[in-house]
């Protein structure tokens, strides 16, 4: 039932907007609405029972296993979420003059940097409001280095094909041309591929290592070698950095650039997608080009570097300083990690994927990458399951939530067939691991069984599988009252 | 180890298992030249009570000045039901819906706040958010220009009445792809476009798309319909960008002039989202409904499932970049899922009475501030009717009359001398309903004092 | 499972104590613990994930309509909550002094205020901590007006056979023996039942007005005349206060003392069973006896009467001065009802419950007290269906549990056979009220073709029908470890 | 109308189905005389938001000192996660667990707490919880002459050592049944009984019950064993009455002396109750299993349902009042659940070990002031072995002391002269693991500095 269907003419809840109605009669009436807003009139109760109820239709980390590969779906402490929403920082307006603001920056400041010793970078700017705005700020970044040494003439962009749709995207929006770049067989970068493909129309490239493949690139040093020889850049996609935290830093690696999802590697919360945080780390060259705000410590007061102070800026790319409450959670995390925690992240993420990966290979099934150490995730693939019963990775991702596991990703990376990407985070108990390895292998063998039954799944969700295609030529995007 | 939950015995268990000694065996295909060393930027751990002691102190450190600045965020009581509810484990901790049968609390969530913002805007489809009101604009442009094929060139007329951060973040995002963003003046008498300007736009595919903000930065009302019919008149788009509280009074885009306005995009903020130094809010996107092809980010359709039974699912995915990649509509993937939850709620609770309570209790107050200012030879800049911000010229220089306020307790306004030197002895002022006639009494009286010093 | 089950050893959550361990080693050996405490170890994730997994499987106000009879489950307001727990108000020590707690103390008083103002009482202590404790404290005062007349002989408190069992219990903890009143045909005391019974022993009475039957007492005026009399006082068993919330007050029906559950009238949570907050008031005879603390105001500033300030009082019923966190939601609540928004409670609950017995009856099912007004609740006998079908008040209960309603109060009052004491409360919806009538209905189908089936319910819960008996006869109270 | 649905349809169609014109028809078998007339004593309503302002004013309004005090209500971290979740609406708005079938989430709950406390206790059964610790003292007391039939008198011995409030409690609530609680001193030197004083009351039969409390008000260590297994010798119910934070360290009372003891009380409080003022924090009360079907209050037994599965159920209702009504255990009903779901949380995540690490660093920090203080002659009041929380001697009056401290914004102690006057120079000191050593270090100082003037 949808909330609109608990409505009712004249319904309110009178306690939550002025008690008397203050005329707004000066208003002329050209300006004037004269139609309904078709906001439902309901009470409080039943906002409150219809919502509560809702929430209870998710899956979340905070009810079930949520292996979702490249999400880090790790538990989200309720301690940064105390902090972020404390009254002081929840009321503060964002033109508060920075001499009245003091201890918010206090925290922004040190978090920026917190994140320049972890990623190994020299500047950080918290601003990018996701990881994908972090990517278009690292890019645009590029672009004005370029431009700023009259070097325009590099107009393409190298992404490795495993890599996520918001790289190419990204060069995209930035005005370069894609290139794209093969993987060998063993999961890093094909090197003499990309040994053809960079040249003097090359701006960067853009990697994220570990790969999403769940490797991670041994060539790296190698890449950095020929990229910056060209005179391109080297771009950090932080989607993985959990795998690595504290353990091998991408400045270290020769990245000029990167951009990290705190809400992966530093646990804010997914919130059933967003708001994000995808703070950008830099290297000495592109330190100037920072997008502001930027905060800065003088004399052991902060202060907020805009437009002014930076004028090689890629500029503002929100209208104030980014998702602050975002920041302000996974700063409470990492004060709670503190500098021996960081590294811990790395250790456990990888020690529970790889954990999972051998039980789950031992229990008959193909790992991609066999040769190869999982990271944080690894890949599974159901090609020889899917030939042989018909039960594809599809078919395995929802049966997994009637054993009660939210499925892995599925179907990415684009370049292996029938595969599960499985991501268990450092939060989640071996015990947990070993009950997914099981509901694997129940699969398995109802597969076998009946194969129709799985193909079927899931029985025990709210609602079993949907006729997507229906639903995209149908389109039926909102509810309007009926006459 | 906070939020590790392995014991020894698991630890060396899962180690056999695997076949290494030790946790560290697991990086050895990391060159040894590369490992990190101590990250001595880090400070040592903190308990949780400790890290809530900090940053209670941080929180209370600049004590809680009285606000009646806007300027793009604005202080509005928000229930406290609403992020009681939205932080419930279940919508706090999940990820984005792309398992629908798992999401169903997510999914049909969006769904409702689709069919909120369209019927608050007037218009036909909504996304599922984008990141806040000055990326949604760019992304607006962006979509204007995907939408206009007749247009020769990529410009795109922007007043100087917008949100200047706005149209920087519009610019920073869009430039690299050659679309210009060109400066139309606003009339310095009234403070808001004088429609004449447009003349020298006329030609055939001169423009690509208008964008008409309401009420504009200076909280003056444009002439929306006039605007409007000359967008569609010329066969440019337009890109109406609004405060959606004002909507429960004003005119909704999808009315303005003749034909409505092609999309409409706006900051969230004031329906639900606390002002927390300025985010997260959300950005909104509303569009007519033969454009929802070109429209960025996520979309969430009713669908029907293999028992026939209606639910919900993230629809028209191959626009998006994970399927399209350097192709796609944008290369947005997570967006302000949370926030829109809360303000999903948040607008269920206040319902269309209440919205409208809210935005007149708040043109009531800002406008008995210029009442009371006047009294005193403080009077607006602008002669344009004004909505619940107002731009204030004072007898000085705006800088020294702010802090003498803020010594009193009051954010007094926005100066804004911080856009244009010719303004630097104006405040932009902004009284919502969660100011008390006594709170505007405070007001008046410090804005008086500091003028008479 | 349980949280024990999820427990490994060894496991901790560790950002919650302090990091490093102190020192206790100077505490003798005689005093040390050296068996293990039982406690879980469980990673914090864990704990966060049980616990809402657990929530997920109790009905509630927020999920489902739930007239529980004689319950008050009417929605208890967030903001109330948001109120009760802001840090300045979690944090003060009850020891604070009084120059220190002004901010709290003045709430307090006010909330004396205003109950004194609803109910017509001349002195409120807020401290009792639930309703049994206010009757305990009202009975406690009645015995010490007595003894300080020096009226010792009087023995007796009469309690109508309808009352709640709460009220003997309680007249016994006071040290006098109980003696019943009968109920006439149609609901009202027995007057001359009453009369008789009425004498030098006499104490007082203990009445619930409306009584727990659904009707008001229209002889009230009548009931204390006879009372006072003989000398006996009148005490007020708030339990249906909403009923007749600023309609009538029990001091003008001449009680001398009553109770009031803050957690039923003013919409402090039940929390699955309390804390609720039992705060009494009281009529000018017993003013001197209230239970300490006593918030009192004296030039401007609160202070709290203690026993040194009130010779007479019964004294202190807890180590403090009660369950304030509830007092403050109570407060709160009453400042977003305020003077107007007290009789809409009455009223609205009146309606809803008068509309919800009608619906019923045309409906075919037969009300108890059909002759009579229903106040905020009513009385439905299912005798006949019983008779008829089999299916008894207690299978129509759990039938509606499937149909996701909360089941009325089953088998009280006593007096009743197969009954069900319905109270919708205010806050619920017409059509709330609508679905209940046919989920009611539909049960009567369901018992006349499949009685069997009805008698089964419920089937869609987390579990079915429970074996009560065995289970108070092999006690299973903990968890233990094994071996 | 807050919190009412009704729109004007709905009371129309109600009223029109009832049969009568207006609401005001469905009062009309109250007698017109009794109609209340205007509450004058309640202000006019505010909305939502005035509330919050009004009660965040109220909050702040007396700063927040830093707090030293035990005396009963203790001081500690409580995770973030364990409000967030006790307060999710399944929890906060459920009534007390009677359909089984609907409160699995509440049941299975209070029989995990029911496990925790008796593990913690060392003892076999636990209820779901009475009011504070205090009121369970009473409820023990009670519950001890129910089951002490061989005591010719109703007479228990309360220590003076124990929190003089609970004393008063205990006897404000078991008074009107005839049972009397005879003090039994404490050694002015040690700060603890002497167990010698038991002599006079060992006489078969003379007393039904001993309370013993660990720690004592004091703070001190109590001899519990001897007193235990004097209690075993001659036939007295031992009631014993604990912090149960300390039993993370401190023998359990079921291992008291040879047999443990009949009964634990305690107050829940520094198990995730925060201070609040006094409350709602919970009483608790374990027992021998033997003594079961005395105890009062509600219990939640494991049972199995119709098609075999566990789950959990309230049991042996037979005892309590809704059931026996005169004849009951007790007169109680509701108790103090949510604070109880709280507690277990909160239990949970701090186990054996965090609650350990709990215990000793509030030992440490307390006797690190005590060590600090002995530096400028300020020395324990009693040499006893105290545990988190000290009596110290000052050289003066100690009211003027802790006012000076309050002025430096710090709750200095108890002041031990409200409860006796020749304790007129005794504060009662408590340092919880939420003191730092700056925080020891500014107590010191100023304890100092207050001294000196």
Redesign the interface.
């Known amino acids: 039932m ?3 269907e ?14 008397t ?4 009669d ?3 009436e ?35 296993f ?1 292996p ?1 590969g490249s ?1 880090t ?7 940064s ?3 972020a ?13 920075d ?6 920056l ?2 922004l400041f040190e978090l920026q ?2 994140l ?3 990623t ?1 970078m020299r500047g950080v700017s918290l601003t990018p ?5 972090g ?2 700020a690292g890019v ?1 970044m590029i ?1 004005a280095y370029h431009d700023a040494r009259g070097d325009s003439a590099r107009s393409e962009i190298l992404v490795p094909d495993a890599a ?3 790289n ?8 370069y041309a ?1 290139r794209e770049i093969p993987t060998s067989d063993d999961g890093d970068v094909d090197m003499q591929a990309l040994r053809e493909a960079v040249g003097p129309q090359t701006a960067g490239i853009m990697l994220t290592n570990p790969s999403t493949l769940g ?2 690139e ?1 060539h ?2 190698e890449i950095a070698g020929i990229v910056h020889e060209a005179g391109g850049l080297l771009y950090y996609d932080g989607a993985n950095l959990n795998a ?1 935290l ?4 991408p400045g ?2 020769g990245f000029d650039v990167i951009h990290m999802n705190l ?1 992966k590697t530093f ?1 804010t ?8 945080a995808g703070a950008v780390g830099v290297g000495e060259r592109l330190l100037p080009f920072m ?1 502001v705000p930027v905060v800065a410590r003088e004399e052991g007061r902060y202060r907020l570097l805009l ?1 002014a102070d930076m004028p090689q800026s ?13 920041l ?1 959670r996974a ?2 995390y ?11 992240v ?3 993420a ?3 994927a ?2 999972l990966a ?2 789950l290979r ?1 229990a008959g099934f193909t790992l991609a990458y066999a040769q ?3 990271t944080h995730e690894f890949v599974v693939t159901l090609k020889r399951e899917a030939k042989e019963t018909g039960v594809t990775a599809m078919d395995y ?2 049966r997994l ?1 009637d054993y009660g596991f ?2 892995p990703t599925t179907y ?1 990376p684009l370049l292996v067939p029938e595969c599960l990407l499985i991501e268990p985070t ?6 947990d691991l070993d009950a997914f390895v099981e509901a694997m292998a129940a699969i398995r063998r109802e597969s076998q069984d009946e194969a129709g039954m799985v193909k ?1 799944a ?1 029985y025990r ?8 295609v ?3 030529r149908e ?6 009252a009926e006459g | 180890m906070p939020f590790i939950p392995h014991t020894e015995t698991d630890v060396r268990e899962m180690l056999a298992a695997i076949g290494v000694d030790r946790t560290e065996d697991l990086f050895d295909e990391i060159p040894a030249r590369l490992r990190a060393g101590e990250l001595e930027g880090v400070p040592p751990a903190l308990s949780e009570m400790e890290t809530l002691r900090l940053m209670r102190e941080r929180a209370a450190q600049d004590g809680a000045l009285l606000n009646f600045i806007g300027a793009g965020a604005y202080e509005h009581h928000i229930p406290a039901a609403v992020w009681e509810i939205a932080t419930r484990g279940e919508f706090y901790s999940a990820y984005t819906p792309y398992q629908a049968e798992a999401s169903q609390g997510t999914l049909q969530l969006i769904y409702e706040y689709q069919s909120m913002m369209t019927g608050l805007t007037g218009m036909e489809v909504s996304n599922a958010s984008l990141y806040d009101g000055a990326s949604a604009l760019a992304e607006a442009v962006l979509m204007a220009v995907r939408l206009n094929r007749r247009a020769k060139t990529r410009r795109v007329l922007v007043p100087r009445s917008l949100n200047p951060a706005w149209r920087a973040t519009a610019h920073n995002i869009v430039h690299n792809q050659g679309i210009e963003l060109v400066d139309l003046p606003y009339d310095a008498a009234t403070g808001r476009v004088d429609p004449a300007v447009l003349a020298d736009y006329e030609e055939e595919g001169a423009v690509t798309a208008l964008v008409v903000p309401q009420p504009n930065f200076f909280g003056v009302l444009e002439e929306v319909d006039t605007l409007s019919d000359w967008a569609a008149r010329h066969g440019v788009i337009l890109i109406a960008a609004v405060n959606p509280l004002t909507l429960a009074l004003l005119k909704p885009p999808g009315e303005w002039g003749e034909t409505g306005v092609d999309i409409v995009v706006g900051d969230g903020q004031p329906l639900g989202a606390p002002l927390s130094f300025g985010g997260p809010y959300y950005g909104f996107m509303c569009a007519r409904k033969q454009h929802v092809r070109q429209m960025p980010g996520r979309i969430v359709g009713r669908a029907i499932d293999a028992d026939g039974k209606p639910g919900f699912v993230l629809t028209l995915q191959a626009r998006e970049q994970h399927i399209r990649r350097s192709k796609a509509t944008s290369n947005i993937c997570t967006n302000q899922g949370l926030v829109v939850t809360a303000s999903t709620i948040h607008m269920a609770i206040l319902g269309p009475e209440g919205l409208a309570r809210v935005a007149s209790a708040s043109y009531a107050n800002t406008h008995t501030l210029i009442e009371r200012a006047a009294t005193f030879g403080v009077r607006p800049a602008f002669t344009g009717d004004c909505f619940h911000e107002v731009a204030l010229r004072l007898p000085r220089r705006a800088g020294a009359v702010l802090e003498a306020m803020a010594a009193d307790g009051i954010l007094g306004g926005y100066d804004l001398g911080r856009i244009s030197p010719e303004l630097d002895d104006a405040i932009l002022v902004c009284a919502t309903e969660t100011k008390t006639s006594d709170d505007l009494e405070l007001y008046i009286e410090s804005l008086r004092r500091a003028l008479a010093a």
């Open positions: 949808l909330i609109f608990h409505a009712r003419h004249g319904r309110r809840a009178a306690a939550q907007a002025p008690l109605e203050h005329s707004a000066a208003l002329p050209r300006f004037r609405r004269r139609s309904a807003t078709g906001l439902p009139e309901v009470s409080e109760l039943q906002a409150v029972r219809h919502y509560t109820r809702l929430s209870q239709k998710n899956f979340s980390i905070d009810t079930h949520y979702l999400c779906m790790k538990y989200n402490p309720r301690g979420n105390a902090a929403m404390l009254d002081g920082f929840l009321g503060l307006h964002p033109h508060t003059p001499a009245h603001a003091q201890g918010m206090g925290c940097e917190m320049k010793s972890v190994g409001m996701a990881g994908a705005q990517e278009f645009a672009r996520h749709g918001t190419p995207a990204t060069a995209t929006m930035c005005g894609v490797v991670f041994r790296i040093h690595i504290g353990k091998v830093r270290d690696m809400h646990s919360p997914h919130g059933g997608g967003g708001p994000g997008p437009e890629i500029g503002r790319l929100s209208a104030f300083m980014g998702n602050v409450g975002v302000l700063y409470a990492m004060r709670m990690l503190g500098r021996e925690g960081m590294q811990r790395a250790e456990f990888t020690l529970n790889n954990y051998v039980r031992d190869r150490r999982a991702a929802k939530l939210h499925a990415f450092e939060t989640e108990a071996k015990e079927g899931p969700m709210p609602n079993r599988r949907f006729d997507e229906r639903a995209a389109l039926d995007l909102r509810w309007q």
